[in-house]
């Protein structure tokens, strides 16, 4: 069941819907301030018991859900709930569109949302960070997800989605970010595992190795360096083949289609592990 669930929330992630908005979890905002407000104040957000007690009734309502109504349509909405909660495909999509009209303003835009700061004015710089970020943030996105979703099921989905909605809303915590890089720890690398298989193996597995040099590129966050020293390697544009990189728009379709690459392995392979199951 778990991997039907995978199969058909991608399926009708891709193809059938067509906002976002359902998935924004704006309520989260206002119930975890709540909480702060009732407990520790700002330190709330940056302290484990704060967490603790922001995640737990969380999770506490998903675990009675998940024993009392367990089932393929119960396991498909919480995974499309969590995956997100901006689809990057269509995101990065709109941006490839943006830059083709030399709409360069929602280029722009579209690419500061996906980067997380302001873009670099050197193309060169924009092509790479943008390329990286779309590595990064399909982790997060979407393999992290599934991966703890995987383990624990709606459960496991739920303690992804709201630990990095934390991380989102408080950027300079430390707790989030630390419990974030515990639950990134094994889907980041599993993911540049993807990324290798589905690009240039050996640049990739090279780029992995050398992920310390982008350390100081993305600070505290430990599984960053991995996915885009993996990710660049497989595409073959990290700073080791020593070339110029494509356009932005370019450079974001290859990042965008050695994605959905890595998307494929990982169904195929959750897809033999089941057919495995199913014939014994």
């Known amino acids: 069941m778990t991997f039907f669930a995978i199969v058909v929330s991608l399926l009708i992630d891709r193809f059938f819907l067509e906002s976002d908005n359902y998935r924004r979890h704006n309520w989260f905002t206002g119930y975890s301030n709540w909480i702060a407000r009732h407990t520790f104040a700002e330190k709330t957000f940056n302290s484990n018991l704060g967490l603790l007690l922001i995640l737990t009734p969380l999770l506490l309502i998903t675990a009675w859900?998940?024993?009392?109504?367990?089932g393929l349509i119960f396991s498909t909405a919480i995974l499309l709930l969590c995956l997100g909660p901006i689809d990057l495909d269509r995101q990065v999509n709109l941006l490839i569109d943006a830059d083709d009209r030399d709409d360069l303003d929602q280029r722009n835009t579209l690419a500061?949302?996906?980067?997380?700061r302001p873009i670099p004015e050197e193309p060169q710089e924009f092509s790479r960070l943008l390329?990286?970020?779309?590595?990064?943030?399909?982790c997060g996105r979407l393999f992290g997800v599934?991966?703890?979703f995987l383990l624990l099921g709606p459960l496991g989905a739920v303690l992804y989605r709201f630990t990095m909605q934390l991380k989102a809303q408080n950027e300079n915590t430390e707790a989030s970010q630390r419990l974030l890089n515990i639950l990134n720890w094994i889907p980041a690398r599993?993911?540049?595992?993807?990324?290798?298989?589905?690009?240039s193996f050996?640049?990739?597995?090279h780029g992995w190795r050398q992920h310390?040099?982008?350390?100081?590129q993305y600070g505290n966050d430990h599984s960053a360096p991995v996915l885009a020293g993996a990710g660049m390697g497989a595409l073959r544009l990290d700073d080791s083949h020593q070339i110029e990189l494509p356009s932005i728009g370019i450079a974001a379709e290859s990042a965008l289609n050695l994605v959905w690459r890595a998307t494929l392995i990982w169904v195929g392979i959750l897809g033999f592990a089941y057919l495995i199951k199913w014939i014994n």
Not at 190 to 199: D, E, K, V
């Open 65 to 70: 859900l998940q024993s009392n109504f367990e």
């Open 131 to 138: 390329a990286e970020s779309i590595l990064i943030q399909a």
């Open 202 to 205: 050996d640049d990739a597995l």
């Open 146 to 148: 599934i991966f703890w």
């Open 190 to 199: 599993l993911t540049a595992l993807a990324y290798a298989i589905a690009g």
């Open 212 to 216: 310390y040099t982008l350390i100081n």
């Open 112 to 116: 500061e949302q996906i980067i997380g």
